[in-house]
């Protein structure tokens, strides 16, 4: 007997354990004061106002950043990323190449602006803020390159556009002629550095020297073994532009040449002058000649006529009448 009513206790402990096993799962695990989740969840969900069901549905873009380049000394325009909704406010936030900072920021519902760290008055809203967001800078320097971010708020989340602005300064080229037969052509303070090529390809040496304000000046030296070259020409590359220029190698070996036309020209001056003196000299020496004969012709004849008139004189009765009359 002790053995059966053991048999019986396990076998209706056996018996309440599955009972109490099929009863859990039948009414989920919880408790009868606890809520079932999908019902907390759709309830959660009815009592969401629209705008918070709008906002988890939608997925503010991913933050954009683009590279900007501009000239040294121009004006610059920087946008903001276009918002879906109205804008609630406006940040700028700007972090310069010396790793200082400023921030401007408009809120629309007060039409307020507010400024931190912003000192350099070259930097400034395009417009009035509450008809463009767009940030300013005119005129563009060395000092302004950077990080620029704009960022929007909205009731649909915020977006953010970033510009990596990035300064050219255009070099100052110059080229002209060195010793012992070399050529030097400079490309100064450039900002990137300028690359130099030469036309035709001689000995050259290239070095560059880095300024204060982050412009390089490149300085190309060349030489040319072949003492025929006559002219050289220095081509500067830049992405600011490019720029060719050309030199007379030993100028100097084209004196001779200007020289002979010189003497060509006098030479044939003196030879018109002796020329013309000698036809002058003819010419006047004719006429004397003649002069000369004339004068002595004229001698000649009076003397011929002389002697007739006074046998004339004598042996004509006209006059001996007259004269005893």
């Not at 918002?83 to 401007?104: E, G």
């Not at 002796?274 to 006429?287: A, D, H, M, N, V």
Request: with cysteine.
């Amino acid at each position: 007997m002790p053995c059966a009513g053991r048999t019986f206790e396990l076998w209706l402990l056996l018996g309440l354990t599955i009972f109490c096993v099929f009863e859990c799962i039948g009414t989920g695990g919880e408790s009868p004061g606890t809520p079932n989740n999908l019902t907390q969840y759709q309830t959660a969900s009815t009592n969401t106002s629209p705008v918070e069901r709008k906002q988890k549905s939608i997925t503010p873009p991913v933050e954009a950043n683009t590279s900007l380049s501009v000239f040294v000394d121009t004006r610059a325009v920087l946008h903001c990323p276009n918002a879906t909704s109205n804008v609630l406010v406006v940040t700028w936030s700007v972090i310069f190449r010396d790793n200082t900072s400023c921030i401007r920021a408009y809120r629309t519902d007060s039409n307020k602006t507010r400024e931190k760290t912003c000192t350099d008055e070259r930097i400034s809203w395009d417009s009035r803020p509450d008809q463009n967001f767009a940030l300013r800078i005119n005129p563009v320097a060395i000092t302004h390159e950077g990080y620029y971010k704009c960022e929007v708020v909205t009731p649909d989340g915020n977006f953010c556009h970033g510009h990596h602005l990035q300064v050219l300064v255009p070099p100052k080229v110059t080229l002209s002629l060195g010793e012992n037969g070399t050529t030097v052509c400079w490309a100064v303070a450039g900002k990137p550095a300028a690359q130099i090529s030469w036309t035709p390809t001689g000995d050259c040496h290239t070095v560059e020297e880095q300024l204060g304000n982050d412009t390089v000046t490149v300085q190309s030296t060349c030489h040319w073994e072949d003492h025929q070259v006559s002219e050289v020409s220095c081509f500067v590359s830049h992405v600011t532009g490019n720029k060719s220029l050309s030199i007379e190698m030993n100028p100097g070996h084209k004196s001779p040449l200007n020289w002979n036309i010189v003497y060509i020209i006098l030479s044939t001056l003196i030879l018109f002058i002796i020329i013309g003196s000698i036809l002058l000299f003819k010419i006047c020496g004719c006429r004397k000649c003649k002069l000369g004969r004339t004068e002595t012709t004229t001698v000649v004849e009076e003397d011929e006529m002389q002697p007739y008139a006074s046998y004339t004189e004598k042996n004509n009765p006209l006059y001996d009448t007259v004269s005893k009359g």
